[in-house]
């Protein structure tokens, strides 16, 4: 059996184009096949071994041609059963691939769907057109993302190599050069961010990877502490960014907006509880009170800050400036 799914698919790759270089009359070789499905010719040729002593496939090299044949047109790999979920599921998740387009990550996510469907069988018993149609993947506003720069963050992460990064945060007039140890790359709405340490600040930070100018990986190497757990670091937050304390936050809903924040898990250690009145109470962990700000502000009348006082007051601020700039508006 083949060691893995990847190579289960370079079989069926190389099965296709094989039958389909005997078709057009232009046979195959392994530098086709290795150019084409982007891997080395030596995996090429162990792939055909195998197929050869393991499958008994009658695959012959012709000389004259400089190309793969089979010498027994008869021949068929086993097959592959793919019921009306598993093609539901891949043209899903390609539809998906919308969330990625502006992240360099896009292509390479492309290329790996196009060699999925490369290898599907030439008939199947459900037909996934009706997808194209009927269903939509709207996509998240994102920022963009130097290439060069993500392949660089993620190499550094791979080899846990240092990372010299000149770094801008918004508003700020010029950038400033950071010597990071990269921890984890997280996704967040529509952001990608980095975690890692940061040397001048000599502690922990989250950077955001489109407002990294500029990055170089270092020589150096280092080693992730032993009590960094992003999982549970991110779980302990409200958003992407954190702080030294935590707060816990609670939040009144009013009876028409209460529905709506008890659609959806806003935090995995939250606890929502149903009012008498048909309003809902929500509470959890926070330890950066300024995204939570900005996320109560989104409900409007509808949420109302129980607790700590210190949000309280930010979101009664924030609504003051807000009051005073559109008063301010509305007599110019």
């Given at each position: 059996?083949?060691?893995?799914?990847?190579?289960?698919?370079?079989?069926?790759?190389?099965?296709?184009?094989?039958?389909?270089?005997?078709?057009?009359?232009?046979?195959?070789?392994?530098?086709?096949?290795?150019?084409?499905?982007?891997?080395?010719?030596?995996?090429?040729?162990?792939?055909?071994?195998?197929?050869?002593?393991?499958?008994?496939?009658?695959?012959?090299?012709?000389?004259?041609?400089?190309?793969?044949?089979?010498?027994?047109?008869?021949?068929?790999?086993?097959?592959?059963?793919?019921?009306?979920?598993?093609?539901f599921a891949i043209c899903i998740a390609e539809k998906a691939l919308a969330h990625y387009e502006n992240t360099p990550i896009h292509r390479q996510l492309a290329q790996?769907?196009?060699?999925?469907?490369?290898?599907?069988?030439?008939?199947?018993?459900?037909?996934?057109?009706?997808?194209?149609?009927?269903?939509?993947?709207?996509?998240?506003?994102?920022?963009?993302?130097?290439?060069?720069?993500?392949?660089?963050?993620?190499?550094?992460?791979?080899?846990?190599?240092?990372?010299?990064?000149?770094?801008?945060?918004?508003?700020?007039?010029?950038?400033?050069?950071?010597?990071?140890?990269?921890?984890?790359?997280?996704?967040?709405?529509?952001?990608?961010?980095?975690?890692?340490?940061?040397?001048?600040?000599?502690?922990?930070?989250?950077?955001?990877?489109?407002?990294?100018?500029?990055?170089?990986?270092?020589?150096?190497?280092?080693?992730?502490?032993?009590?960094?757990?992003?999982?549970?670091?991110?779980?302990?937050?409200?958003?992407?960014?954190?702080?030294?304390?935590?707060?816990?936050?609670?939040?009144?809903?009013?009876?028409?907006?209460?529905?709506?924040?008890?659609?959806?898990?806003?935090?995995?250690?939250?606890?929502?509880?149903?009012?008498?009145?048909?309003?809902?109470?929500?509470?959890?962990?926070?330890?950066?009170?300024?995204?939570?700000?900005?996320?109560?502000?989104?409900?409007?009348?509808?949420?109302?800050?129980?607790?700590?006082?210190?949000?309280?007051?930010?979101?009664?601020?924030?609504?003051?400036?807000?009051?005073?700039?559109?008063?301010?508006?509305?007599?110019?």
């Amino acid at each position: 059996m083949p060691q893995d799914k990847n190579q289960l698919l370079r079989h069926i790759f190389i099965d296709r184009r094989i039958r389909e270089g005997m078709r057009a009359g232009r046979l195959v070789n392994c530098a086709t096949l290795a150019r084409d499905y982007e891997v080395s010719s030596k995996t090429i040729l162990r792939d055909i071994d195998f197929l050869k002593n393991q499958r008994d496939a009658p695959i012959d090299y012709d000389g004259a041609r400089h190309g793969y044949l089979y010498t027994e047109e008869s021949y068929a790999l086993p097959a592959i059963t793919l019921n009306e979920s598993d093609l539901f599921a891949i043209c899903i998740a390609e539809k998906a691939l919308a969330h990625y387009e502006n992240t360099p990550i896009h292509r390479q996510l492309a290329q790996v769907f196009r060699k999925i469907e490369s290898s599907l069988p030439d008939k199947v018993s459900v037909q996934p057109a009706w997808v194209d149609t009927r269903l939509s993947v709207t996509q998240e506003p994102e920022t963009s993302i130097v290439p060069a720069i993500w392949d660089t963050v993620a190499a550094a992460l791979a080899k846990n190599r240092g990372l010299i990064i000149l770094y801008q945060k918004p508003g700020a007039d010029k950038a400033v050069v950071r010597n990071v140890d990269p921890f984890h790359v997280v996704r967040h709405r529509g952001e990608w961010y980095l975690l890692a340490y940061c040397h001048l600040r000599e502690a922990q930070r989250t950077f955001a990877l489109s407002r990294i100018r500029r990055a170089e990986m270092q020589s150096r190497t280092f080693a992730i502490p032993k009590n960094f757990d992003a999982e549970k670091l991110l779980e302990n937050r409200f958003g992407i960014f954190g702080g030294d304390q935590e707060f816990r936050v609670r939040l009144r809903f009013d009876k028409p907006t209460a529905p709506y924040a008890a659609e959806r898990q806003w935090h995995v250690r939250q606890v929502l509880t149903a009012m008498a009145d048909g309003g809902a109470e929500l509470s959890f962990p926070a330890t950066n009170l300024r995204e939570v700000m900005r996320w109560v502000l989104s409900w409007g009348a509808g949420a109302r800050v129980l607790a700590p006082l210190e949000l309280r007051e930010m979101v009664r601020q924030e609504l003051a400036w807000a009051a005073l700039a559109y008063g301010a508006a509305g007599s110019s």
